[in-house]
């Protein structure tokens, strides 16, 4: 296992330097071919301090976290400041085309995008939860980022940065678009995932040391699952129109209801047993789902 310290890059210019390519038309912004990337023995790790939005074909030695992925067809990442993106053995694919597209946080300062960006879940995912492009999809993606390189490279004046920040949102939103359609159209891979979600929380909860382990938290189902706990989270709103929140109260409730009806446990033996310190909050809690308190459902049954 590879223990080298991530290299942090912490401007546009520093990529343009570590390249040998000749200093960036903006301080806060730039856009590189894929072609240009050479190996480097000495860094197969980075971390920078902007957001990175690439579309790559044909890589099949990328890894975002810990996760491997390969690919032919056009596929888009999304990087936001402060992640890990790193290669295999140090090695550049020979076959890597594309291109990346660097954005400062800075230069979203005091513009419509500076706080809108926060709302793209997809800076959150990791490679294996990228956003496969059809054809079309790429040509309007790779339109979209002409007119930024077009932007990019013509002389700054006043209206550059307004221009260039009315195509990002443009591209963002297209993204959105796209990523909705994956959801869609990957039913089987989905509904895979969301099988083997509603079993891990079943699982969880009847487990013996569950009040030990306390209720079940996002990150911990999405941990099981190998995917962040963001794309999760869209996945989710997309197939049931539910939060991954709600989801795992969903389920706690229907265990709830299965011991008030088959058991004799007290109210707070069930509680207990579902991972509360406190039968008031799961008393709480059922009644806010079922619109009657544990006692009241149990009575219901004779």
Same mark, same amino acid.
Request: aromatic share 12%; with cysteine.
């Given at each position: 296992?590879?223990?080298?310290?991530?290299?942090?890059?912490?401007?546009?210019?520093?990529?343009?330097?570590?390249?040998?390519?000749?200093?960036?038309?903006?301080?806060?912004?730039?856009?590189?071919?894929?072609? @240009?990337?050479?190996?480097?023995?000495?860094?197969?790790?980075?971390?920078?301090?902007?957001?990175?939005?690439?579309?790559?074909?044909?890589?099949?030695?990328? #890894?975002?976290?810990? !996760?491997?992925?390969?690919?032919?067809?056009?596929?888009?990442?999304?990087?936001?400041?402060?992640?890990?993106?790193?290669?295999?053995?140090?090695?550049?694919?020979?076959?890597?085309?594309? @291109?990346?597209?660097?954005?400062?946080?800075?230069?979203?300062?005091? +513009?419509?995008?500076?706080?809108?960006?926060?709302?793209?879940?997809? #800076?959150?995912?990791? +490679?294996?939860?990228?956003?496969?492009?059809? &054809?079309? %999809?790429?040509?309007?993606?790779?339109?979209?980022?002409?007119?930024?390189? !077009?932007?990019?490279?013509?002389?700054? &004046?006043?209206?550059?940065?307004?221009?260039?920040?009315?195509?990002?949102?443009?591209?963002?939103?297209?993204?959105?678009? #796209?990523? %909705?359609?994956? #959801?869609?159209?990957?039913?089987?891979?989905?509904?895979?995932?969301?099988?083997?979600?509603?079993?891990?929380?079943?699982?969880?909860?009847?487990?013996?040391?569950?009040?030990?382990?306390?209720?079940?938290?996002?990150?911990?189902?999405?941990?099981?699952?190998?995917? +962040?706990?963001?794309?999760?989270?869209? /996945?989710?709103?997309?197939?049931?129109?539910?939060?991954? !929140?709600?989801?795992?109260?969903?389920?706690?409730?229907?265990?709830?209801?299965?011991r008030l009806s088959t058991t004799e446990l007290s109210v707070?033996?069930?509680?207990?047993? /579902?991972?509360?310190?406190?039968?008031?909050?799961?008393?709480?809690?059922?009644?806010?789902?079922?619109?009657?308190?544990?006692?009241?459902?149990?009575?219901?049954?004779?």
């Amino acid at each position: 296992m590879d223990n080298k310290k991530p290299f942090r890059i912490k401007s546009i210019a520093e990529i343009h330097r570590l390249m040998n390519l000749p200093k960036p038309q903006h301080p806060l912004i730039g856009i590189i071919d894929l072609k @240009w990337l050479k190996n480097d023995p000495n860094i197969n790790s980075v971390i920078s301090d902007f957001y990175v939005v690439s579309l790559k074909r044909g890589c099949d030695k990328l #890894f975002y976290g810990q !996760q491997k992925y390969d690919f032919d067809e056009g596929l888009m990442a999304f990087i936001s400041p402060g992640q890990i993106l790193r290669g295999e053995e140090a090695g550049v694919p020979h076959n890597l085309d594309g @291109w990346m597209l660097f954005i400062h946080p800075d230069f979203l300062w005091n +513009t419509s995008l500076a706080k809108k960006i926060k709302q793209y879940e997809y #800076f959150g995912y990791s +490679t294996n939860e990228a956003l496969f492009l059809s &054809d079309k %999809e790429e040509t309007i993606i790779n339109g979209i980022l002409d007119n930024i390189r !077009q932007e990019y490279n013509a002389n700054l &004046d006043k209206f550059s940065q307004d221009v260039i920040i009315a195509q990002l949102e443009v591209l963002f939103t297209y993204a959105q678009r #796209f990523y %909705e359609r994956q #959801f869609i159209t990957r039913k089987i891979t989905n509904s895979k995932i969301l099988e083997r979600l509603e079993a891990e929380i079943s699982s969880y909860f009847d487990n013996e040391d569950v009040l030990a382990k306390g209720l079940p938290t996002v990150q911990y189902v999405a941990d099981k699952l190998h995917i +962040t706990t963001k794309y999760l989270s869209s /996945l989710l709103k997309q197939l049931t129109g539910q939060t991954t !929140q709600q989801l795992i109260h969903e389920k706690l409730i229907d265990k709830a209801k299965e011991r008030l009806s088959t058991t004799e446990l007290s109210v707070g033996e069930i509680a207990y047993e /579902l991972g509360f310190e406190h039968s008031q909050s799961f008393s709480k809690l059922f009644k806010l789902k079922t619109n009657l308190s544990p006692l009241a459902f149990r009575r219901s049954f004779n």
